[in-house]
């Protein structure tokens, strides 16, 4: 029996040492390639991610592609695949922003490596250089080329193991039942939310900064213009992002009752083990995101506010915990014209859905799963026209949206890139991200993550990095899902 057994691992262990070594390929082949150039490239690679491996600087935004060091792939850029099946110009359009994305993410990891191991610039140029060797190389081999299609996916945040041992098909009932409980309290605050967005509590009302607003013409015509690439992938310039999203730039207002609940800046603090909000600078951070609507690709903006904290609501409550955050996304049409809000709390948590005029909800299948949950519906925003976001004291919790024009309050927010995120200052020294290695912002985990651990979340309740929000308790879903929209909502594109 010893001798079966040992027999029995020694044929899995080979199993897997043959997985591993074929994931590694093409890449194995490059590290021992006579062709020096190629070769060096390659020794490039793997000398970095060694340096960033030992130092804990791995950006997790975008996942790595086995076997090919110099690229990685977003939830966009993973559906988009099928296409560049057999189109060799969209595969190399679909390669040049993967190529991006890793360039990208290794400048945070280059730039956050302990002072005095890398020259940033340089090491960039050298990134950039040979990642676009060892693409074309690559390319040039069609079973690398199937290799690369098929390996280029973003895996999920669920761990089926939590799932199977925590008994999640005997618990699913119940969790889902307490979503729907969730569900009915949220659109309970919403009914008893004001409709002019005034609060019966002492509130503050938060504005973007002024500044020349792009009217809807304008706008759709920055989105033709953005698109202009084989992917279709509408893709602003610097300075035309930044105008659009000045331009639907929401307001909020915030229940202030403590420190807790003054959004600001992130910081390192001297020593410290988790980033910490400074309320003298009130900031809210944005970017652009994707996705995808009968074959179209549709800009959304992206908003997300920090606050210090989720305070207790009662002893031992399980939900409070470090740092608390609001992400808000709108999804514009061809024509500028926003089609849809929805928002989750930076957890992944609580997911909401806002839609206009311009969609309507499909009907849910059968089944637990969590679908789409819309407390409220809002008319179209016209010209000079923004979101009202009303955010409770202590869970901030959102309770009411509504509509705004002009200028709504003299407290101003500055917006600032969401990638600053990526590499902070530590007032210590050197520079940090405010996201681990594993996606999550270190020291802001709940207890939630026990109470919810049978439905597989990995680390619920602590908050993440965009392109690692879990959104469902019950099923699977994520918050940059490609196809999210097109699953839940007839659009009216026009």
Same mark, same amino acid.
């Given at each position: 029996m010893t001798s079966r057994c040992a027999a029995l691992c020694a044929g899995l262990l080979a199993f897997l040492a043959a997985g591993c070594a074929t994931l590694d390929a093409p890449f194995a082949a490059h590290l021992s390639s006579g062709v020096p150039q190629l070769r060096g490239c390659a020794e490039w690679y793997r000398s970095l991610d060694e340096r960033v491996a030992a130092a804990g600087t791995r950006d997790a935004q975008d996942a790595r592609v086995p076997g090919f060091p110099y690229l990685r792939v977003s939830r966009l850029l993973a559906a988009l695949r099928p296409a560049a099946l057999s189109d060799d110009g969209l595969l190399r359009a679909l390669t040049d922003r993967m190529l991006a994305l890793d360039v990208e993410a290794r400048r945070y990891e280059i730039m956050n490596l302990p002072a005095g191991t890398a020259d940033t610039r340089q090491a960039l140029l050298r990134t950039r250089e040979c990642g676009t060797l060892l693409r074309d190389v690559d390319l040039a081999a069609p079973e690398s080329r199937a290799a690369l299609l098929q390996r280029a996916e973003v895996p999920d945040d669920y761990v089926l193991a939590n799932r199977i041992l925590g008994l999640y098909w005997l618990t699913r009932i119940a969790f889902a039942q307490g979503v729907?409980?969730? #569900? #009915?309290?949220?659109? @309970?605050?919403?009914?008893? @939310?004001?409709?002019?967005?005034?609060?019966?509590?002492?509130?503050?009302?938060? @504005?973007? #900064?002024?500044?020349?607003?792009?009217?809807?013409?304008?706008?759709?015509?920055?989105?033709?213009?953005?698109?202009?690439?084989?992917?279709?992938?509408?893709?602003?310039?610097? #300075?035309?992002?930044n105008a659009l999203l000045a331009a639907y730039a929401p307001s909020f207002e915030v229940d202030v009752r403590g420190d807790y609940d003054r959004f600001g800046a992130l910081r390192w603090l001297r020593d410290a083990d988790s980033p910490s909000v400074d309320g003298s600078q009130l900031a809210v951070y944005a970017h652009a995101a994707w996705t995808r609507y009968e074959g179209r690709v549709l800009l959304q903006l992206v908003y997300t506010l920090w606050f210090p904290q989720r305070a207790p609501q009662y002893a031992g409550d399980p939900l409070a915990g470090t740092l608390d955050g609001i992400t808000w996304r709108v999804t514009l049409a061809p024509d500028g014209e926003p089609l849809i809000y929805d928002a989750i709390h930076a957890c992944g948590c609580y997911h909401q859905f806002f839609p206009t005029p311009r969609a309507v909800a499909r009907p849910a299948p059968g089944g637990l799963d969590e679908w789409m949950f819309s407390p409220q519906s809002l008319p179209a925003m016209g010209d000079g026209a923004r979101p009202l976001v009303k955010i409770a004291t202590g869970t901030h919790s959102i309770e009411g949206i509504s509509q705004v024009r002009g200028t709504d309050s003299l407290v101003r927010y500055e917006l600032r890139p969401y990638g600053e995120l990526r590499s902070l200052v530590r007032y210590s020294g050197g520079r940090a991200s405010a996201f681990g290695a594993d996606g999550l912002v270190p020291g802001t985990e709940r207890a939630e993550r026990f109470v919810f651990w049978p439905m597989g979340i990995a680390s619920a309740g602590a908050m993440r990095q965009w392109g690692r929000h879990a959104t469902a308790f019950v099923g699977r879903r994520h918050f940059d899902d490609a196809e999210l929209f097109e699953k839940r909502f007839s659009f009216d594109l026009r």
């Open positions: 729907r409980r969730e #569900e #009915e309290l949220a659109r @309970a605050r919403f009914r008893r @939310a004001p409709s002019d967005g005034a609060s019966a509590l002492r509130s503050v009302r938060y @504005a973007p #900064e002024p500044g020349a607003q792009l009217t809807r013409p304008q706008a759709a015509l920055v989105l033709e213009h953005a698109a202009g690439n084989p992917l279709r992938i509408p893709e602003p310039s610097e #300075e035309n992002l």
